[in-house]
């Protein structure tokens, strides 16, 4: 039981959502509940890449080092953008594939993959807000993968560019290690 007079206000609310203030009890449920789930993945859904948000060298390295395929740099707008990539790329080594989210959009997209990076985190920063409003308010998926699209090819023409060697869309994870340098922790 939790005595909320020791609780800042802010959190008091959602510790009385909690059946007799008990969040270890409930946390405790969770994580069993969560467990299972993954104790009971199939073997072929486990295949999945894993992309921990990271922003500091030491934390990439960790991360990395425990097994992340990618590590995504978040929030990557407000940390530098292509800039602070290429600044930590070199002390990684240019191995650990990097994925920026956050800010990315269609006019820092060249910055990104001139950096070194072969993937980027995308949200609706990567649609120009107006468009983005229309796709919203008229429900236009069709604009919408209009727009997605563009930006697709747009990192596909640049990957392109930078690694003429390779098409991305039939290489295996392999082949694009191979060719960038890029280690995705594959066994």
């Not at 959602?14 to 199939?42: A, G, H, T």
């Not at 991360?63 to 990557?76: E, H, I, R, T, W």
């Not at 604009?143 to 392109?160: C, G, H, N, P, Q």
Request: charged share 25%; aromatic share 12%; net charge neutral.
């Amino acid at each position: 039981m939790i005595d909320l007079e020791f609780i800042p206000p802010a959190f008091q609310k959602y510790i009385r959502w909690v059946k007799d203030y008990n969040v270890l009890s409930l946390l405790d449920k969770d994580y069993k509940k969560s467990l299972s789930f993954f104790e009971n993945l199939p073997d072929d859904k486990q295949e999945y890449y894993y992309a921990p948000g990271k922003w500091t060298v030491t934390e990439i390295i960790q991360q990395y080092s425990m097994g992340a395929n990618l590590c995504k740099v978040f929030p990557a707008k407000q940390l530098g953008g292509p800039g602070y990539i290429k600044a930590i790329d070199p002390a990684i080594h240019k191995i650990i594939s990097l994925v920026p989210t956050g800010g990315t959009n269609a006019s820092n997209i060249p910055d990104y993959i001139d950096a070194g990076v072969l993937a980027l985190g995308g949200s609706f920063s990567m649609i120009e807000k107006a468009t983005m409003r229309k796709i919203i308010e008229e429900q236009d998926y069709d604009l919408l993968a209009k727009e997605l699209t563009v930006i697709k090819r747009m990192i596909d023409k640049l990957r392109a560019e930078k690694y003429p060697d390779i098409d991305f869309a039939e290489a295996s994870l392999e082949q694009i290690s191979k060719v960038t340098g890029r280690n995705f922790n594959i066994k």
